[in-house]
């Protein structure tokens, strides 16, 4: 504790309840911050006062954004006929790289997850059925939740809401990662790559 | 990237500037603040504002403070015989934590590395050689550098200076840690342990 410098106490305390920051971790963050230029350090408070106060969801599909509707959303180039459900705005930007994906997108808002107490009401579920029905252009819902287990059940109870609407719903592969070896992959991924596997 | 918030892109970039978060730690971060409610991503707002307005350097030990003197400095039940010299701001609460150390402090602010550029005039040397001879009752200089190859060329630098003074330079002791098990200890560690062995 720095009983010299109360406000660098204050500074470790708050880095520390950032997640995955512990308290030795938010000691070095602190010092950093003292050591570089007035002016970085300043950039970077003011970037998340900035963050906070401009970044809101776009209303149609609860992806983090300074607009509403997004930028994804009110795009006229984007393929109306197909959504892709993510759990988190963060999985947006890594399914939008996707140089074969230009559909549009659903952020949930996470999985759910009954031991944490998350039912479909915490989630943007009710939304997504409802731009469905009121959205004719609408002909696939890729499912894009984490494949860990409430990823799965989350992606087989929407599967179970959505194809009553006449829609088809689909679910992305799981297999073994490009690049990886066979040799170290889980006996679940691998029985899941086996079931998957398609064709020449 | 984040095309439809440029606040949070501009938040990733910042806050994956700091030591040891990369791109997608950063992308972490930023969500969770984004989460937190308004007062508590404020409050880390401020407390960087706080700290780099508020802290600076004790003129004499050169520790981070809100004052100079800083509160070890002006502290009237301190041992004044005894200055501890460490690397960093961040390791004089480490050593301070040890109840039966009562003396001073004196931040080097580095250490040695002629490959990264820092040669004596960059660290705080100067000022300590002034201070000891301003100074008559400061009888023992404990040298509390790290145990790495650039902490120790410091310490053996610094012992040289500090010798021709009449003052007892020491080096804090390298050994196996409490709690450690000598089946992992490397041999450096061991043979230190070794060598600086003590009779019951």
Redesign the interface.
Known sequence: ????????D??IT??G?????GRK?A????????KIP?E?????????????E??GE?QICF?????SP???CSDPKRDRSLICVVE???D??SVDKVDSFRGLFHVLGGRLSPLDGIGPDDLSIKALLERMQGDEQIKEVIIATNPSVEGEATAMYLSKLIKPLNVTVTRIARGIPVGADLEYADVVTLSQALEGRREF
Chains 1, 2 share one sequence.
């Open positions: 504790m720095f009983r010299s410098a109360a406000s660098v204050r500074l708050l880095l309840k950032l997640p995955g920051i971790s000691g070095r963050l602190a010092f950093h911050i003292l007035l970085e350090a300043l950039a970077l408070a003011d970037a998340i006062r900035d963050a906070k401009k970044v776009c992806n983090i954004s300074e607009s997004c930028y994804i988190e705005a963060l947006v930007p």
